[in-house]
């Protein structure tokens, strides 16, 4: 693989996808305690960085990309939009979930709705949350 000189990269071209997801990556190893956690707060900080950059109608740039792996820290404007999510999350019941999973499959029968972004991330969090309560069970 070949190394590139960073420094000769225009800063205001827009990221790629791999920076992205490199710069959710470097969040996660952050804020993450363990590896399946990691691997959970990776997907989730993708899809809050491209909601950021999606709602302020611009693109992550190289310069971002490079000012973001020098943070020893995740910003706050993105730790403030996971913890709402995770607060949602938890204080819903298990008996809605399975609601959801009935309403799915009538859904099907009308046409398909499209659904947003921050219910997609709130239902995987919800998936992740229980797949780790099963894991703490069989830990125990």
């Known amino acids: 693989m070949a190394n590139s000189n960073f420094s000769k990269i225009d800063s205001n071209k ?3 996808s791999r920076q992205v997801f490199a710069v959710a990556s470097h ?3 952050i ?5 399946s956690e990691r691997y959970g707060l990776t997907k989730v900080f993708n899809a809050v960085l491209n909601k950021h950059y999606k709602d302020s ?3 992550m740039t190289h310069s971002d990309v490079s000012e973001w792996f020098e943070w020893d820290c995740v910003p706050e404007q993105f730790l403030h939009m996971i913890s709402t999510k995770k607060s949602k999350a938890k204080a819903k019941p298990k008996a809605k979930a399975k ?3 009935k309403a799915k499959s009538k859904a099907s029968k009308a046409p398909k709705k499209e659904s947003t972004l921050t219910q997609r991330v709130e239902a995987m969090e919800a998936t992740q949350a229980k797949i780790l309560e099963l894991l703490e069970a069989i830990a125990k």
């Open 27 to 29: 969040f996660a190893n």
């Open 14 to 16: 827009i990221a790629t």
């Open 57 to 59: 109608d611009s693109f």
């Open 99 to 101: 609601s959801k999973v």
């Open 31 to 35: 804020q993450a305690k363990s590896p």
